[in-house]
Nanobody
Framework: QVQLVESGGGLVQAGGSLRLSCAAS????????MGWYRQTPGKQRELVAI???????NYADSVKGRFTISRDSPKNTVYLQMNSLKSEDTAVYYC?????????WGQGTQVTVSS
């Protein structure tokens, strides 16, 4: 089992920045990727960014050039630096950890961008 605890969400004006953190604990040896997803009411949860255990990253087109994902492996923590935030970035952001046969989600943290 893996437990994920997110922090860092909040209210920010358009153009501002926020950094989300996700602290993981438990059986991390089987985790291959960690990442961030987001969801707004009535819509499916969508990928924001992921980072693999080797450090490779992948981003949604909508956040490329504005968001940066990073992973501190010794601390079992993944970060999402969000810059130049837009109102359409408003969502609940969820941390995800995935192995070959398992996946885990955090409880989510609200990010609200005011225009």
């Amino acid at each position: 089992q893996v437990q994920l605890v997110e922090s860092g969400g909040g209210l920010v004006q358009a153009g501002g920045s926020l950094r989300l953190s996700c602290a993981a604990s438990g059986s991390m040896s089987r985790i291959i990727t960690m990442g961030w997803y987001r969801q707004t009411p009535g819509k499916q949860r969508e990928l924001v960014a992921i980072v693999t255990s080797s450090g490779s990253t992948n981003y949604a087109d909508s956040v490329k050039g504005r968001f940066t994902i990073s992973r501190d492996s010794p601390k079992n923590t993944v970060y999402l630096q969000m810059n130049s935030l837009k109102s359409e970035d408003t969502a609940v952001y969820y941390c995800n950890a995935r192995g070959w046969t398992s996946g885990y989600w955090g409880q989510g943290t609200q990010v609200t961008v005011s225009s």
